[in-house]
């Protein structure tokens, strides 16, 4: 997934940022190490409606397109940069989940085949 840094990230309802941005990308990157078979990435950033009681929300969303199923993750907080961080935490530990899974996949099937000999 080696592509413009800036072409995947949406701004609705928020001034673009450059620092922002620059996080979000240094934050996609990162997310490489984890998943390699990453194919596109979208970050969509966004305030979406005052609320009363609440005030000001944010709302940060990672779409991932992996090889097998898509993964969508969303968080939502006061400040834009905490929901920045959760999201990317979030599809952290998604993608490292699901790494091991399929190493976990992996090492059965080898197991397995090595009893039957």
Do not use: W
Not at 36 to 51: T, W
Not at 76 to 99: P, Q, T, Y
């Amino acid at each position: 997934m080696k592509s413009a840094p800036y072409d995947n990230i949406v701004f609705r309802d928020i001034d673009k940022s450059a620092s922002l941005a620059d996080t979000v990308s240094k934050k996609l990157n990162k997310l490489e190490r984890y998943c390699g078979d990453i194919i596109r990435s979208r970050v969509v950033l966004e305030a979406p409606h005052q609320h009363k009681h609440k005030g000001k929300q944010y709302k940060a969303s990672v779409e991932l397109a992996v090889s097998g199923n898509p993964v969508t993750i969303s968080n939502e907080s006061d400040s834009i940069h905490r929901a920045v961080n959760g999201a990317f935490d979030s599809a952290e530990r998604c993608l490292k989940e699901r790494g091991g899974r399929r190493k976990s996949r992996r090492y059965q099937t080898a197991v397995v085949d090595s009893e039957i000999e």
